[in-house]
């Protein structure tokens, strides 16, 4: 089945720096590569999807870019504020709308 | 238009006891799923659905059974307890097909004692 692997598990930037999120994926036939974002004791929300005809996608601060021939894809988020502050977990399609999701990575925005 | 909606949002059990865990979705979305949250090791899938009458194993299937009967509700029943099962459980649904957008319910946290 798919594996998908996530670095860094912690991440600490000022605020205003950027930061960056990556994951790679192990089956060649996923095509949907989602974002979500946790925050302490709420549900996964979705932030931002990128599917496998598509190389980079944007929205505002947050953008994530996918390199298919060496199954990674990235998270970058510009401008960090402290309400960026979150568990983020990166994730794969598999069979039937499954998703593999990565282990996560806990940002920390000081001000 | 709830969404996703699990019950309870917490339950404290004793080992050996038996329990169901409630998800619905009014969104006529064809699959629901169910996953459960450890510290550190993300979200893993238990148990899904494609459709009613339709359910298959995830990657940590044992001693949790589904079924689904209707479109909109999707129970998760522990047959005997046991401490390993202590989590965080989400049920999630999407559209299914090429609509994998999946949206969460707002989680179980379950104990076993």
């Known amino acids: 089945g798919e594996n998908v692997e996530q670095h860094p598990s912690t991440l600490s930037v000022q605020e205003g720096d950027s930061a960056v999120i990556k994951c790679t994926y192990s089956?060649?036939?996923?095509?949907?590569f989602p974002w979500y974002k946790q925050e302490l004791g709420k549900r996964p929300q979705l932030i931002i999807d990128?599917?496998?005809?598509?190389g980079e996608k944007k929205d505002q601060r947050i953008a994530v870019t996918l390199n298919k021939t060496a199954k990674h894809f990235s998270l970058h988020i510009t401008e960090t504020q402290p309400e960026d502050s979150a568990v983020y977990f990166c994730?794969?399609?598999?069979?039937?709308?499954?998703?593999?999701f990565g282990k996560g990575t806990m940002l920390l925005v000081s001000p | 238009n709830a969404g996703v909606t699990q019950t309870p949002k917490f339950q404290v059990l004793k080992t050996g006891q038996s329990m169901t865990l409630q998800c619905a979705q009014d969104?006529?979305?064809?699959?629901m799923s169910w996953y459960r949250q450890d510290p550190g090791m993300g979200l893993r899938l238990i148990h899904y659905?494609?459709?009613?009458?339709?359910?298959d194993q995830g990657e940590v299937p044992n001693g949790y059974n589904v079924s689904r009967s209707t479109t909109e509700d999707f129970p998760l029943r522990l047959l005997s307890a046991a401490p390993s099962q202590t989590s965080v459980y989400f049920c999630?649904?999407?559209?299914?097909?090429?609509?994998?957008?999946?949206?969460f319910g707002s989680g179980t946290q379950l104990s076993v004692l």
């Open positions: 999630a649904s999407s559209y299914g097909g090429s609509n994998e957008k999946l949206f």
């Open positions: 089956d060649s036939a996923s095509n949907y």
């Open positions: 990128i599917r496998s005809n598509v």
């Open positions: 994730a794969a399609s598999g069979t039937y709308s499954t998703l593999t």
């Open positions: 969104m006529n979305h064809e699959y």
């Open positions: 659905s494609v459709g009613a009458g339709i359910t």
